[in-house]
């Protein structure tokens, strides 16, 4: 893929797909990938289900990108076909979906798993926080890593309780507010990214992510933990 592909504006890419430029298509999913794998994740809680979303999702686009007429709305555009793979995916299930669980989502969330690829990833949100001159929030710094050492056993294990209590959370979210829980706090994505994909004005994103945040402290502290366990 030649990298003045990936430097061109979604229209522009978009115009070249249209008229079968494959690298363009290339560029496009290059930039998109990883917003659209954690935005079917907010909505199915799996990563691999996740995974096999964004591959579906794709290849709807390949297929009907010529329908396309608003192509600076191309984000906005994947986000929509994504909400309605995903919804489909929940409704063809033949049973009933297992109660959450703290230790599952840890393993399957693209965030946090040791195959972790596929997303933006916490150093990512981490370094943009340290051009900022912020502190990077609990769910931005993750699980200890290389960048995080490990921690003793005693306080390894009252963050991972954090963690739980967290995550938790932010799956008892509004469907809207957990998606940009999920695509700022958990995978570090800009919000101006968000506003491309979910077709929201950043102002916009801002107001629900601080509706968002409010009700994970509520959550929290009604579950015994204090405002610092949520400070995104």
Request: proline share 6%.
């Amino acid at each position: 893929m030649r990298i003045e592909s990936l430097e061109q504006n979604d229209a522009v890419l978009v115009e070249a797909a249209q008229q079968g430029r494959l690298d363009s298509f290339g560029a496009l999913y290059q930039r998109y990938h990883n917003p659209i794998v954690a935005l079917a994740y907010a909505q199915l809680g799996d990563k691999h289900s996740a995974e096999d979303a964004a591959q579906e999702v794709f290849a709807i686009a390949c297929r009907d990108l010529r329908s396309l007429r608003d192509r600076e709305k191309f984000g906005a555009w994947l986000g929509g076909i994504c909400r309605n793979v995903t919804r489909q995916m929940l409704r063809v299930k033949t049973r009933a979906a297992p109660p959450y669980s703290p230790a599952v989502a840890r393993a399957s969330c693209p965030c946090t798993s040791d195959n972790a690829q596929v997303t933006a990833g916490p150093s990512e949100a981490k370094m943009a926080s340290r051009r900022k001159g912020e502190t990077p929030s609990p769910l931005q710094t993750g699980l200890p890593n290389a960048e995080n050492p490990p921690l003793e056993p005693h306080h390894r294990m009252a963050q991972e309780e954090q963690w739980d209590a967290v995550r938790k959370a932010v799956w008892k979210l509004p469907e809207a507010e957990r998606e940009l829980v999920v695509m700022r706090y958990f995978n570090g994505f800009s919000q101006a990214k968000i506003s491309q994909v979910l077709d929201m004005t950043p102002a916009a994103v801002n107001g629900r992510l601080t509706r968002a945040k409010r009700r994970i402290a509520q959550l929290l502290e009604r579950d015994g933990f204090g405002s610092e366990s949520w400070d995104a």
